[in-house]
């Protein structure tokens, strides 16, 4: 039973627009959310993260929002740019926001077009 | 300075053969986590260590156990391998064991046959 569900394995997006990725949890224990970027070849690049205390973090381009009432987080990549082309993972823990024990979901690959 | 190896980064295994996996972490940290990586599941947890102790333990069998020594350096090892364990495996380094950012390395591609 997947604990963190990313339902989009793909989404595409013109550059310079916004792109959104969404990801849900089951688990109501999970404390900590976390964003990672993957590009073919690498390890996973940590993004940006959010506790469950707050419900908005932002850091530049990158926004993250969590609804814990629908169990709800998403990404927001405001502008988007062919860079960001790659795979997205959401990650979530419910150890305080240790990083070491992290469940995620499968992915999704954002394309972004020139 | 020096970011997550694992080594080595490709490795070929015949069915029912065993394997050990390294990881070196970046220098200064303590805390060490080991995922697999396939196309259907996606990134499951596997271990992590944090001065040399297992803290927490993901849902493999017993074929996949790890160890940390007192320099860090984690290994992971795989005894009896099946086709269905061919994944990329990565190793995650952090400084303490929370709230602390984890910094992957580029895994070790295994495949067996």
């Known amino acids: 039973d997947q604990q963190v569900k990313q339902n989009s394995p793909s989404l595409s997006v013109q550059e310079g627009r916004i792109s959104i990725l969404n990801c849900d949890y089951t688990?109501?224990?999970?404390?900590?959310f976390l964003w990672y970027k993957k590009y073919p070849a690498e390890g996973p690049t940590f993004l940006i993260s959010?506790?469950?205390?707050?419900d908005k973090n932002e850091d530049g381009r990158f926004t993250v929002f969590l609804n814990k009432s629908a169990k709800h987080l998403s990404l927001h990549i405001v502008p988007s740019q062919p860079g960001d082309s790659a795979v997205y993972f959401c990650?979530?823990?419910?150890?305080?926001?240790?990083?070491?024990?992290?469940?995620f979901g499968k992915g999704t690959k954002l394309s972004v077009k020139p | 300075k020096a970011g997550v190896t694992q080594t080595p980064r490709y490795l070929i295994k015949t069915r029912g053969q065993q394997v050990t996996l390294s990881c070196s972490p970046i220098?200064?940290?303590?805390?060490v986590s080991w995922y697999q990586q396939t196309p259907g599941q996606g990134l499951q947890f596997l271990f992590e260590?944090?001065?040399?102790?297992?803290?927490n333990k993901g849902n493999f069998p017993g074929r996949f156990s790890g160890r940390q020594f007192s320099n860090s350096r984690s290994e992971m090892n795989v005894s009896t391998l099946e086709l269905g364990d061919s994944a990329l495996y990565l190793c995650?380094?952090?400084?303490?064991?929370?709230?602390?950012?984890?910094?992957f390395g580029q895994g070790t591609r295994l495949t067996v046959v």
């Open positions: 995650a380094s952090s400084l303490g064991y929370l709230n602390t950012e984890a910094f």
């Open positions: 220098s200064g940290h303590r805390s």
């Open positions: 260590y944090f001065s040399e102790t297992q803290r």
């Open positions: 990650a979530a823990s419910g150890d305080g926001g240790s990083q070491g024990n992290l469940i």
């Open positions: 688990n109501s224990m999970f404390d900590y």
């Open positions: 959010i506790s469950s205390i707050k």
